[in-house]
């Protein structure tokens, strides 16, 4: 059995001052002024917090918490890419709204940074639920495995989720335009605008319900599937911060080239339906491996998602080159 990280209350008080910290110089520094921000900015803010999560797994974490292992390293570095991976796909979705609501590129970056406040504190909510759980009540890991593998095959079938057409016949979008006052036009990057002396919410504040619901369901994914991969609630909630960090710049690096992945999603399903089946039969799969079955995971997971990138790129290739007007 591997040994866990000895976390004390100083290792979550620590990153979670780190993570304000970050927090507050990307809106009180990086972005201040509403602008939209460039593929060449967004690129480099991506692989900002790709390396900061690698410096964590190989450099913070063997040196300031005790009883972290290369196999605690493994653990982290394949919760990260599940969750990273699983983003991008959310990312996908998030355009959709954008486009649909008519969100300008110079505002969405506001939008998505309330949103991940909001997904922060859900997800660790959610993490903290889940240990609870499972540490009390080991037969959890079972449900959860089983609903990652309904999700899979769920996504692989494919959703509405994808259909800009129905976001106005969403239960959250109904709801908030019946019980909340909204104004008919943007305000601006204002969430709340004054109309005919009244207060009254902004179509962008809506956006931002309609994002916040969304990573929800997309978390009732990714918290089952990284309890798959490690059941330490330091590991789970670090290595989802580190992909949520990540999740804005990403966003402006992908939205643009949504065609170019259109197999991601057969990947994370898979991605799912794996991880799934490990929790089912992590009982017999480490009588039979031991601890090699943490870097196969690793493996398994880069393999299906680099495989899926690889599969989506070249079919666009392929069809940009075979119909070069189309």
Do not use: C
Not at 103 to 115: A, E, I, K, T
Not at 121 to 150: C, D, K, N, Q, T
Not at 267 to 291: H, N, P, S
């Amino acid at each position: 059995m591997p040994v866990e990280p000895a976390i004390s209350f100083s290792h979550w008080a620590v990153f979670t001052l780190f993570v304000v910290g970050a927090l507050a110089l990307d809106l009180g520094l990086f972005h201040r002024r509403s602008r939209e921000l460039g593929f060449r900015d967004a690129l480099v803010w991506t692989l900002v917090w790709f390396a900061a999560a690698l410096g964590f797994a190989f450099w913070i974490g063997p040196r300031f918490v005790e009883g972290w292992r290369p196999d605690s390293t493994t653990r982290f570095l394949t919760g990260y890419l599940v969750e990273l991976s699983l983003s991008m796909d959310n990312v996908f979705v998030i355009a959709l709204i954008f486009g649909y609501f008519q969100v300008p590129r110079s505002w969405q970056h506001r939008v998505l940074f309330w949103g991940i406040l909001g997904a922060l504190a859900m997800r660790g909510i959610m993490i903290w639920g889940g240990s609870e759980l499972v540490s009390r009540f080991h037969g959890v890991l079972y449900l959860m495995g089983a609903f990652l593998v309904f999700s899979g095959f769920k996504l692989m079938r494919g959703t509405d989720d994808g259909d800009a057409a129905a976001l106005d016949k969403k239960w959250v979008v109904r709801l908030a335009r019946r019980w909340l006052p909204f104004s008919d036009t943007y305000d601006g990057q204002h969430f709340v605008t004054s109309r005919g002396g009244h207060r009254r919410f902004t179509p962008l504040f809506l956006v931002l319900i309609v994002v916040k619901t969304t990573d929800v369901f997309f978390a009732l994914d990714s918290i089952p599937a990284i309890f798959g991969i490690t059941h330490q609630p330091y590991l789970i909630f670090t290595s989802n911060v580190f992909a949520i960090l990540g999740l804005r710049s990403l966003y402006f690096v992908l939205a643009s080239a949504m065609g170019y992945f259109r197999y991601l999603k057969y990947g994370l399903a898979l991605v799912l339906i794996l991880i799934g089946l490990k929790m089912l039969t992590e009982f017999w799969l480490k009588a039979w491996l031991g601890d090699d079955l943490t870097n196969l995971s690793l493996t398994i997971v880069i393999g299906i998602i680099f495989a899926s990138m690889m599969a989506s790129m070249l079919a666009a290739w392929h069809e940009r080159h075979t119909h070069p007007h189309t």
